[in-house]
């Protein structure tokens, strides 16, 4: 590395320090306050970062490569932004405030160029690991061999290792032959509530060469690796090998008089030894014993250089928490800040003029040297890095002819179909499941469209002629992504293609098929992939206590709850094939839209920015209803519900069901209709959609728009008031048990709500009193009370 490229980090590096801490100090001392809470930024864990975050983003990347930043380096991204003129002063200002740069990393809410939504830690980390992979897929695809492949990097704390996916991510990154990967740790031995184990940095590099990474210790700096050379230098370095890593971190913050005696103390007066300690100011001390490999821009920029090839590499950084300010080494200094006290001295330290905070170039001497160093930086020469892909036309998606079926086995029977067509929505699938794909019914999909790997595998039973229903081949052509047992590593990679466009420029269409029960196994991965705005259909079967047999630990309640309640994520619970059939019709459409979300004054729903789409199916087998599939059976399917049996003007029931208790609540309906007058029964396919569309013009008609009415509100406007509704689901009641709020009309919720057991369909069904005679006696038994009241009443 030239002097004049050293030296031009070095300012970068000052600047994006000064500019991050300044921010959070504006944010906390001097932004007006009104509740009086800590508003909070990470000064600490920004600065344990910097010199790597500098040596990366100003030497080392290309515009293909993307990055996950640590989430508490977040003011650092941001900083960075503002110094390349990417990022507004007015955005800085509110930094952690409404309509200022976020927290974390968002690659949907803040404004400047992030690759990766971070936030819940671990994550970032694993994601890079499986786009690495989905790039990977993409290269090998006849459509994407004009791919500019990249590295995926991950910026963490070693304090995110203590996360579990991490680990499961290192396993399925291994069986995949990962490559162009890179996670740098910065190894400033504290957390939130203390010091790291000691010895922690031999654990991590035994697991990441386990799993086949490079590992790469970075431990001494340029100032301490100079002083290693000089008489006594030995002695010094072995000193600082054997300090437990508590020591270290106090000593920083007592400053260089205490290392002196500290050093002194320790290795007594040695000649050499004490020459080097004593030839050194206290200042000049605390430098050298503080300059670690991670906090040296020259050092760091050095090693990502060395690298020239694309095996998957882990940077192990020794740094110092909160280098270089006032409250390095302290261990509460994770969610400390300096006081307006100490943060005068340090910007006298760091040559800010009083007046001139917000300057990108105060207290730099040549200016314009700097700029033209800005300039030429590679990772900014391509401007933002969004990319995106053409729309792919969606062809009919046809519901398979069987009289009686169950969901699962029409999703894949649907996938079948897809796999046998010749278009471009077919080749651009890919699925993925985590061992379960013959059991989620993704078996003859994949036989047609074989496993993807980047290496061709034999399959062994084929060639010895042993009978198997999977006529399974690993090739690079292959579009499934065979995963191990780990719902994380699921969400995760989902996440990860459903971002190909934007990260790669191709499109893909990721379906994940799983056991629903185990929807929440994965969960935080899953609002993880929904916080990306990742675009993926993920099909959660079996589902319920229809699932008897199994028990309670296989038997889904909430998960109808998560559908409604995650953000980006439209959830389905179709009953019938040809409802399947239709919402995937239409998901495959949604997935690609990127509307700024004008709402749909026909549902009220935000349909325009698209999003991804959770499909909850079950493998009871269900006899098919004989209907034409037109236009308003479509629609309804899509906004949420139809009537499969319209009410009556004198109506006294309706039976609203979701999914596949429908033959239960069809058999009650054909019963009651011979006790009550005009009986009507609404198919529920989305709670989600007609809750979301329901509040959405509730809304707008406080702001003055009277005439927003959503779906479900133009279904029951003309039904009696005096009508009972009894809703039904094999998942938790309160899915559907809002419905009578619409209208005002008493509700009779069945559901389940206690973990299940063992036993038939029927067996389980009559327990949880979800049947058809349960909800007869709901029925009868209500009206029979109240007709018993009205007599009595005088």
């Known amino acids: 590395m030239s002097d004049t490229t050293a030296r031009q980090l070095k300012i970068v590096e000052q600047r994006i320090h000064w500019l991050s801490h300044w921010m959070i100090h504006n944010a906390n001392h001097l932004r007006d306050n009104p509740e009086g809470i800590k508003v909070g930024g990470h000064q600490a864990s920004s600065a344990s970062m910097v010199s790597i975050f500098t040596a990366l983003y100003f030497s080392a990347l290309r515009p293909q490569d993307r990055v996950a930043v640590k989430p508490h380096a977040s003011p650092l991204f941001h900083a960075m932004h503002y110094l390349m003129g990417n990022l507004e002063r007015d955005a800085m200002e509110r930094f952690r405030g409404y309509g200022g740069v976020q927290s974390y990393p968002s690659r949907t809410k803040d404004k400047d160029d992030v690759d990766f939504s971070t936030g819940s830690v671990g994550f970032g980390a694993a994601i890079t690991a499986f786009s690495s992979i989905i790039q990977d897929f993409i290269a090998a695809k006849p459509w994407g061999k004009d791919l500019t492949e990249g590295r995926m990097i991950s910026l963490i704390g070693d304090a995110e290792l203590d996360e579990g996916n991490v680990y499961e991510a290192l396993q399925e990154g291994w069986k995949h032959g990962l490559r162009n990967c890179w996670w740098i740790i910065d190894y400033n031995r504290q957390s939130l509530d203390g010091i790291v184990h000691e010895g922690l940095w031999e654990r991590i590099a035994k697991v990441f060469e386990a799993f086949g990474w490079r590992v790469i210790n970075i431990k001494y700096g340029v100032l301490q690796r100079a002083a290693f050379d000089e008489p006594g230098g030995s002695q010094l370095r072995d000193w600082i090998d054997t300090c437990p890593n508590q020591d270290y971190s106090a000593l920083t913050y007592m400053g260089g008089a205490t290392w002196r005696k500290r050093l002194m103390n320790d290795l007594g007066d040695q000649g050499d030894v004490t020459r080097l300690i004593e030839s050194r100011s206290d200042e000049e001390l605390a430098a050298l014993m503080e300059g670690l490999g991670g906090n040296c821009v020259q050092t760091m920029a050095e090693t990502f250089a060395s690298i020239d090839d694309d095996r998957p590499t882990c940077f192990l950084a020794y740094t110092v928490k909160g280098w270089g300010t006032p409250i390095a080494g302290h261990k509460d200094n994770h969610g400390g800040l300096m006081t307006k006290a100490q943060m005068e001295i340090w910007q006298q330290n760091m040559c800010v003029p009083a007046g001139r905070e917000w300057d990108r170039f105060a207290g730099v001497e040549d200016e314009a040297g700097l700029r033209a160093f800005l300039d030429t930086v590679p990772f900014f020469a391509a401007g933002n890095r969004r990319l995106d892909d053409a729309g792919i036309d969606v062809p009919a998606v046809t519901a398979p002819a069987d009289k009686v079926i169950a969901s699962q086995l029409a999703f894949g029977k649907i996938m079948d179909g897809l796999a046998r067509s010749d278009t471009t929505l077919a080749d651009r699938i890919m699925t993925v499941s985590p061992d379960v794909t013959g059991t989620t019914s993704l078996g003859p999909w994949v036989n047609r469209r074989k496993l993807f790997a980047r290496k061709g595998k034999a399959d062994l039973f084929r060639s010895e002629r042993i009978p198997s229903t999977a006529k399974w081949d690993f090739v690079p052509e292959g579009q499934h992504l065979e995963l191990g047992i780990a719902e994380n590593n699921l969400f995760t990679a989902l996440a990860a293609a459903g971002l190909g466009h934007s990260l790669f420029g191709k499109r893909l269409f990721p379906i994940g ?214 809703t039904v689901i094999d998942g938790h009641p309160a899915t559907l048990a809002w419905i009578g709020a619409v209208h005002g009309h008493r509700t009779i919720p069945l559901g389940v709500e206690h973990f299940g057991q063992t036993g038939t369909i029927a067996d389980l069904r009559r327990h949880f009193e979800i049947d058809a005679k349960a909800i007869i006696d709901r029925v009868t038994g209500l009206t029979a009370g109240r007709r018993r009241f009205e007599q009595s009443a005088p």
């Open 513 to 726: 098929t799983l056991y629903d029960p185990f929807v929440c196994r994965g969960l935080d991965a899953l609002i993880y992939a929904c916080y990306q705005d990742a675009r993926f259909m993920v099909v959660g079967t079996p589902s319920g206590v229809t699932l008897a047999p199994e028990g309670g630990a296989h038997q889904s309640i909430g998960t109808p709850l998560i559908g409604m309640s995650q953000d980006g994520l439209a959830a389905f619970e179709p009953a019938f094939a040809d409802e399947l059939a239709v919402i995937m019709e239409w998901a495959f459409d949604y997935l690609q839209r990127q509307g700024k979300g004008d709402l749909d004054e026909r549902t009220w729903l935000r349909d325009e920015t698209g999003g991804s789409v959770y499909l909850r199916l079950s493998t009871a087998p269900v006899e098919q209803p004989v209907r034409a599939v037109d236009e308003s059976f479509r629609q309804g399917v899509i906004d949420g519900a139809y009537w499969l049996r319209e009410p009556g003007p004198n109506c006294e029931v309706i039976i609203a069901y979701q999914g596949v208790v429908a033959p239960e609540a069809i058999r009650a309906a054909g019963t009651l209709g011979e006790l009550r007058r005009d009986v009507g029964v609404l198919a529920v396919t989305s709670a989600d959609r007609l809750n979301a569309g329901w509040s959405a013009a509730q809304r707008n008609r406080s702001k003055g728009v009277e005439a927003a009415q959503s779906h479900i509100e133009r279904l029951l406007q003309d039904v009696p008031s005096h009508c009972r509704i009894v």
